[in-house]
């Protein structure tokens, strides 16, 4: 249920760190004050904690769930092995909503809101953007969710759901006015700055990642519609043009700013790596990636994801060059069948993927030679094989569940039952506190609007 701000706590999801920022006051005036509910916020202040907190709950739970689910991890034992099993209870789902919602998408609407209230249009567009991709992640999850009637407190203490086909015309709105504030000549007073963990404050690399945000929502549009192809081409043609625009969070060294899967694995370790099916088929392609991703001395103590994404300080990415090549690839093919211009974009995905990690030019040479050709007898065929390397390049990121539902690629194996999960359920806080209006649901039914 979404909850009032009456008052701002600003909890890092990193540690529980408390931010303040008020004007200094003597003692007398401060003796009731609750220094942990500060009256006023900083923007700065405000966009940090959006970002750790969506950088924590995508690289979290999001990740732990998603990545089971495409079988690029293996749930070993404890939960974990019942998720892997598609054994998920309402309650499961609690935290990552939380996260979502009350951590990050409630502390963004704040900034939102501040940023235009006070003139400060960089603000207002990177704030826009933010709230389009955490939306998007969020909505391809779960399909409806409340919005339009959330974060309104007391007024509205049980928002209704809206439908997936409108909240992606809410994204791309959201997208298209936060590009139009990013470039209005007055930014405001106050700019994001070193704050800003995700672009550092450059406003032009917010600008091309609401484009790259705005191909994900064409390309999940097209499988059966050429003219979403042509529009994510569009899109990508505006978006990132190497790995210098990657869309990504880096964590920090200390115990209370750790990435996720590291924290994690030190507490947990009931996930494996080398145990699962994408392991398996890195080994049969002789991928030079397997190293990089696994550690093999590390599994079975849950400790074997490898430094690149199970450091303390890895990144969580949002969206990559890679990806957006590899969305060029399948867009080409859907709106003309278009070879070998896919083909230039699928070897150009692979490479800079591989480049991203560090693999030597020898190496991703090799690779691309015997792996990096598109079968050219079908584009259905072509798209399967790009689906096979979005699985690879797009490790433990939650996109890979929805390239994996829209294109049926890789060709999984359902752990349980008939069918690969298409969704996650409705957390029980929902059913708790606004169950009048939380849809009708299963782990397949209702599907995702593209998902067909």
């Not at 210098?244 to 996930?271: C, K, L, V």
Request: charged letters at 15%; hydrophobic letters at 40%.
């Amino acid at each position: 249920i979404m909850k009032t701000i009456q008052s701002i706590i600003i909890t890092t999801a990193l540690g529980g760190l408390l931010i303040t920022s008020s004007c200094k006051k003597t003692f007398f005036t401060e003796v009731n004050t609750n220094i942990n509910s500060p009256e006023e916020v900083t923007s700065g202040s405000l966009l940090s904690t959006v970002e750790g907190s969506l950088a924590y709950a995508q690289g979290g739970d999001l990740s732990r769930f998603t990545s089971m689910l495409t079988q690029q991890t293996l749930g070993a034992a404890r939960q974990a092995q019942g998720y892997y099993n598609y054994t998920f209870t309402t309650q499961d789902f609690d935290g990552l909503w939380g996260n979502l919602y009350a951590h990050t998408m409630e502390n963004n609407y704040l900034l939102m809101q501040q940023a235009d209230e006070d003139g400060d249009h960089a603000y207002a567009g990177v704030s826009r953007i933010l709230m389009a991709y955490i939306l998007q992640i969020t909505v391809d999850c779960w399909s409806g969710v409340p919005y339009s009637e959330a974060f309104k407190g007391v007024d509205n203490l049980h928002p209704s759901y809206d439908s997936d086909q409108d909240l992606y015309a809410e994204i791309a709105t959201l997208i298209d006015d936060g590009i139009t504030s990013l470039n209005d000549p007055d930014p405001g007073v106050f700019v994001p700055g070193a704050e800003d963990v995700i672009y550092g404050g450059d406003l032009s690399k917010w600008i091309k990642f609401g484009h790259a945000v705005k191909a994900r929502l064409a390309i999940h549009q097209s499988k059966d519609d050429a003219s979403k192809a042509q529009e994510a081409l569009d899109e990508l043609a505006l978006s990132f043009t190497s790995n210098d625009d990657n869309a990504t969070y880096i964590f920090g060294t200390t115990q209370t700013s750790a990435n996720p899967w590291y924290q994690f694995n030190q507490q947990r370790g009931d996930i494996s790596f080398s145990s699962a099916t994408l392991a398996a088929t890195l080994l049969a392609l002789n991928d030079p990636r397997y190293p990089i991703f696994i550690d093999d001395a590390g599994d079975p103590d849950g400790l074997g994801l490898a430094l690149y994404y199970g450091d303390i300080n890895s990144p969580v990415e949002l969206i990559n060059y890679d990806e957006l090549k590899f969305m060029e690839a399948e867009a080409l093919l859907r709106v003309s069948g278009d070879f070998a211009g896919a083909q230039l974009a699928y070897s150009g995905a692979i490479e800079s993927n591989m480049q991203k990690l560090g693999v030597t030019a020898n190496d991703v040479a090799v690779y691309l030679a015997a792996n990096g050709t598109l079968p050219t007898g079908s584009v259905p065929d072509a798209i399967d094989a790009i689906g096979v390397q979005v699985n690879i390049a797009l490790y433990l990121n939650p996109e890979a569940f929805a390239t994996y539902r829209r294109t049926g690629s890789p060709a999984l194996i359902p752990v349980s039952g008939s069918e690969v999960p298409r969704r996650l359920l409705y957390p029980q806080s929902e059913y708790s506190y606004n169950a009048d209006n939380v849809p009708a649901s299963t782990l397949s039914t209702p599907k995702l609007f593209w998902d067909n």
